[in-house]
């Protein structure tokens, strides 16, 4: 959708945004859309940790549990 933008697309936009927010207000404009990204950054980068405890992997315990219950090697003849 956003493929066939150009610059000219752009600069239609930017004097839109000029007139309709005015010279003046887009610095305090864009100076809380920099601050709202940052919230929002470290917001994810405190959740990733909660999420997976260091050391653990969740994903193997479950296969080495399924592994132990079976025979090492299916194809053996015991």
């Known amino acids: 959708m956003l ?4 610059g000219w697309h752009f600069l239609i936009i930017l004097v839109i945004v000029l007139l ?3 010279a003046p207000k887009l610095p305090g404009l864009a100076r809380s ?3 709202s ?3 929002f950054k470290s917001e ?7 999420n997976q ?3 653990s992997d969740a994903g193997t315990s479950a296969n080495d549990s399924s592994k ?3 025979p090492a090697d299916p ?3 015991s």
């Open 3 to 6: 493929n066939n933008l150009t």
């Open 20 to 22: 309709l927010f005015g």
């Open 33 to 35: 859309l920099g601050q």
């Open 37 to 39: 990204m940052k919230i």
């Open 44 to 50: 994810i980068k405190s959740d990733e940790p909660e």
């Open 53 to 55: 405890t260091p050391g």
């Open 68 to 70: 132990t219950a079976g």
């Open 75 to 77: 194809n053996s003849k």
